[in-house]
T-cell receptor
Framework: NAGVTQTPKFQVLKTGQSMTLQCAQD?????MSWYRQDPGMGLRLIHY???????DQGEVPNGYNVSRSTTEDFPLRLLSAAPSQTSVYFC?????????????FGPGTRLLVL | SQQGEEDPQALSIQEGENATMNCSYK?????LQWYRQNSGRGLVHLIL?????REKHSGRLRVTLDTSKKSSSLLITASRAADTASYFC??????????????FGKGTKLSVIP
């Protein structure tokens, strides 16, 4: 199994540009989520999904959009990039439909917005 | 909002020594999870301890949980240079409202000096 994969590994954007961060898992996990990690802030939840067709907001959802058309994929869209969105983004998945179980993380996408 | 908080923020020890880091949380939990993050990488799950467990071992790792004090500790025995990483505790809140929100602390940065 590849586990949780993320692409790209690194991206530079200009303010106002849009892009999609890709996340895929091959473990048939129902639960998937997106976090951002900033220095001194820990990990903060952006959006999550408890199954195909079901998504909800986390702690810091503004400026981001998600959809879940399949169990495997959970892309994160930046609608109009801002410098405040410079961060490292992690996707995670787990069994079941809650946060109660072990989370499996992807390797991350480092995003720089100029 | 922060549920789990690690202490200390940073810890530097000599190879072969033991490392202890602590986590405090605020509300009732079903379980508490510890993760490791090597520099520039995603988080890796270490141990999940359930609320009815007091101690759990995995190799050189020992985790304790005191629900009366709302605290947990992670002990790494006979540390190695490869243990150099940041360590995070994560607390999924008790089932009910917000049970989809897994909250991470800001982490303890461990440096093991060869």
């Amino acid at each position: 199994n590849a586990g949780v994969t993320q692409t790209p590994k690194f991206q530079v954007l200009k303010t106002g540009q849009s892009m999609t961060l890709q996340c895929a898992q091959d473990m048939n996990h129902e639960y998937m989520s997106w976090y951002r990690q900033d220095p001194g802030m820990g990990l903060r939840l952006i959006h999550y999904s408890v199954g195909a067709g079901i998504t909800d907001q986390g702690e810091v959802p503004n400026g981001y959009n998600v959809s879940r058309s399949t169990t495997e994929d959970f892309p994160l869209r930046l609608l109009s990039a801002a410098p405040s969105q410079t961060s490292v983004y992690f996707c995670a998945s787990s069994y079941g439909q809650t946060f109660q179980e072990t989370q499996y993380f992807g390797p991350g996408t480092r995003l720089l917005v100029l | 909002s922060q549920q789990g908080e690690e202490d200390p923020q940073a810890l530097s020890i000599q190879e072969g020594e033991n490392a202890t880091m602590n986590c405090s949380y605020k509300t009732s939990i079903n379980n508490l999870q510890w993760y490791r993050q090597n520099s520039g990488r995603g988080l890796v799950h270490l141990i999940l301890i359930r609320s009815n467990e007091r101690e759990k071992h995995s190799g050189r790792l020992r985790v304790t949980l005191d629900t009366s004090k709302k605290s947990s500790s992670l002990l790494i025995t006979a540390s190695r240079a490869a243990d150099t990483a940041s360590y995070f505790c994560a607390t999924p809140p008790y089932s009910g409202a917000g049970s989809y929100q897994l909250t991470f602390g800001k982490g303890t940065k461990l440096s093991v000096i060869p």
